[in-house]
T-cell receptor
Framework: GQQVMQIPQYQHVQEGEDFTTYCNSS?????IQWYKQRPGGHPVFLIQ?????EVKKQKRLTFQFGEAKKNSSLHITATQTTDVGTYFC?????????FGTGTRLKVLA | SQTIHQWPATLVQPVGSPLSLECTVE??????LYWYRQAAGRGLQLLFY??????ISSEVPQNLSASRPQDRQFILSSKKLLLSDSGFYLC??????????????FGPGTRLTVL
């Protein structure tokens, strides 16, 4: 079946450093979504990418969708302690979402 | 505005006992509904989804079942819990458009511990 993997599994950074998580699918995706889950909380939608090669920015966060629509990345510039949490990508199809394995980010002050 | 409720927030149950988790959505009609399970420190596993009353699709064979008795109510059940059923259970909804996926909105979740 379709699988969506994320790397790295964990990342510890010093506050102010950049952070990137990568998402790779075994199959071509219709579109891709990114979610953030704070410790002890539930996932919250961040963004959706639809077009091949699409790049979107939200303040310090930059999201990219690969040309082949099989991979995506999330880059955070100058991390802050509020960025702590687990970031999930989700490949979407008809009605269903296949979530990636997640990258847990810890930011050290 | 739309809101999604889940209860209970936490639950401790003995092995072999039954389970019923409830999820309700307010402020929208005919939503797509989802049940996920998240093991500690792990990703989200899709268990069931529903695109309408009485319509349930199961993603993973297991001893859990789901029902949708009303448009905005989604119930996750088990007749006999296993230790491996422990986890964080999340309900989610998304707008029902043309069948393609849209933003998912998650409920606060239920932390289930089976002893």
């Amino acid at each position: 079946g379709q699988q969506v993997m994320q790397i790295p599994q964990y990342q510890h950074v010093q506050e102010g450093e950049d952070f990137t998580t990568y998402c790779n699918s075994s199959t071509t995706l219709s579109n891709i979504q990114w979610y953030k889950q704070r410790p002890g909380g539930h996932p919250v939608f961040l963004i959706q990418l639809v077009k091949s090669g699409e790049v979107k920015k939200q303040k310090r966060l930059t999201f990219q969708f690969g040309e082949a629509k099989k991979n995506s990345s999330l880059h955070i510039t100058a991390t802050q302690t509020t960025d702590v949490g687990t970031y999930f990508c989700a490949g979407t199809g008809t009605y269903k979402y296949i979530f990636g394995t997640g990258t847990r980010l810890k930011v050290l002050a | 505005s739309q809101t999604i409720h889940q209860w209970p927030a936490t639950l401790v149950q003995p092995v072999g006992s039954p389970l019923s988790l409830e999820c309700t959505v307010e402020g929208t009609s005919n939503p797509n509904l989802y049940w996920y399970r998240q093991a500690a420190g792990r990703g989200l596993q899709l268990l069931f989804y529903s695109v309408g009353i009485g319509q349930i699709s199961s993603e993973v064979p297991q001893n859990l079942s789901a029902s949708r008795p009303q448009d905005r109510q989604f119930i996750l059940s088990s007749k006999k819990l296993l230790l491996s059923d422990s986890g964080f259970y999340l309900c989610a909804w998304s707008p029902s458009l043309t069948g393609y996926t849209d933003t998912q909105y998650f409920g606060p979740g239920t932390r289930l511990t089976v002893l």
